[in-house]
């Protein structure tokens, strides 16, 4: 079945530092990914789509300048954290799938700590 | 856009009960509704979905029924077990696109 990878599963980073989450369908080919934020005991809320190749779209309140988003190939997408704050302590999970009709795969998600 | 309800947000049963989770959506061109499980600290998993055209799907323990012109589907498990113990998310989208998630409904089955 399609497998998502996502790289790495916790990170400690101190305040003002970036963190680099990837994003790996290691099976198959993904035009688009997601990236989710989820805070404890709440849902997933998704931050932004991912396209390969083009500009990554994102959702309303999420910003772009601080939240870097790069999907250079077909199996990869990055998630850049810049100058981290606590406040962005949270579980960052990215999904993909195959193709127009299938079903979406989540990542094993990337919890960020920043003291 | 669209807007998903999820009820309720806990659910304790006994072990061997069903178990029964609702949902509502806003957006009547939405088509596909998946539901995932995800168990403390863990990704989602996909563990049944049904799509606008069927108004059941059953897979084992689990089923999900969806009725169009209320715009609400559920999520039944039977024979409830301690494994089943997690958190489960409705969501719904349009043609495979987006998808907008519930707010998750903690289910604890106690033995």
């Known amino acids: 079945g399609a497998v998502v990878s996502q790289h790495p599963s916790w990170v400690i980073c101190k305040s003002g530092t970036s963190v680099k989450i990837e994003c790996r369908s290691l099976?198959?080919?993904?035009?688009?990914m997601f990236w989710y934020r989820q805070f404890p005991k709440q849902s997933l809320m998704l931050m932004a789509t991912?396209?390969?190749?083009?500009?990554?779209?994102?959702e309303q309140g999420v910003e772009k300048d601080k939240f870097l988003i790069n999907h250079a190939s077909l199996t990869l997408s990055t998630l850049t954290v810049t100058s981290a704050h606590p406040e962005d302590s949270s579980f960052y999970i990215c999904?993909?799938?195959?193709?127009?009709?299938?079903?979406?795969?989540f990542g094993n998600g990337t919890r960020l700590t920043v003291t | 856009g669209e807007n998903v309800e999820q009820h309720p947000s806990t659910l304790s049963v006994q072990e061997g009960d069903s178990a029964v989770i609702k949902c509502t959506y806003s957006?009547?061109?939405?088509?596909?509704f998946p539901w995932y499980k995800q168990e403390l600290g863990k990704r989602p998993q996909l563990i049944i979905d049904?799509?606008?055209?069927?108004g059941e799907k059953k897979d084992q323990r689990i089923a999900v029924t969806l009725n169009k012109t209320a715009k609400h589907f559920s999520l039944h498990i039977t024979e409830t077990q301690p494994e089943d113990s997690a958190v489960y998310f409705c969501?719904?989208?349009?043609?495979?696109?987006?998808?907008?998630f519930g707010k998750g409904t903690m289910l604890l089955v106690s033995p």
């Open positions: 099976d198959f080919q993904a035009t688009t």
């Open positions: 969501a719904a989208s349009i043609r495979y696109s987006t998808l907008t």
């Open positions: 991912s396209n390969e190749g083009s500009k990554a779209t994102y």
């Open positions: 049904i799509r606008s055209n069927v």
């Open positions: 999904s993909a799938k195959q193709g127009g009709n299938s079903p979406l795969h």
């Open positions: 957006d009547s061109a939405s088509n596909y």
